[in-house]
Nanobody
């Protein structure tokens, strides 16, 4: 069974940090690019970062550069998203998605092979 399971969300004060995890199972992790998206209330799901499992290449949306860091532990089939200096605008459900498309850019949501269920991040001011 294919699974992407996000965890690590929660309620945090502005200026704080969180590390989100995306644990993958049921597919060959090294063949995929794992993406992090977020969806704020009333907004479309937007890409924030991705990492190519085979070589560790990373990509970030301009809006999160400098505060978000993506990494992977291939031995654990897990991708992490470190978020620093959180602000209320970061409040969203964060999702990970997996695709075999190796291009380092965000794609239409339907083009992803698998999605997790999401983890809520809430930042209080």
């Amino acid at each position: 069974e294919v699974q992407l399971v996000e965890s690590g969300g929660g309620l945090v004060q502005a200026g704080g940090s969180l590390r989100l995890s995306c644990a993958a199972s049921g597919f060959t992790f090294d063949d995929y690019v794992i993406h992090w998206f977020r969806q704020r209330v009333g907004k479309e799901r937007e890409g924030v970062s991705c990492i190519r499992a085979s070589d560790g290449s990373t990509y970030y949306a301009d809006s999160v550069k400098g505060r978000f860091t993506i990494s992977s532990d291939n031995a654990k089939n897990t991708v992490y998203l470190q978020i620093n200096n959180l602000n209320p605008e970061d409040t969203a459900v964060y999702y990970c998605g997996a695709t075999t498309v190796q291009a380092m850019d965000f794609m239409p949501l339907d083009d992803y092979d698998y999605w997790g269920q999401g983890t809520q991040v809430t930042v209080s001011s």
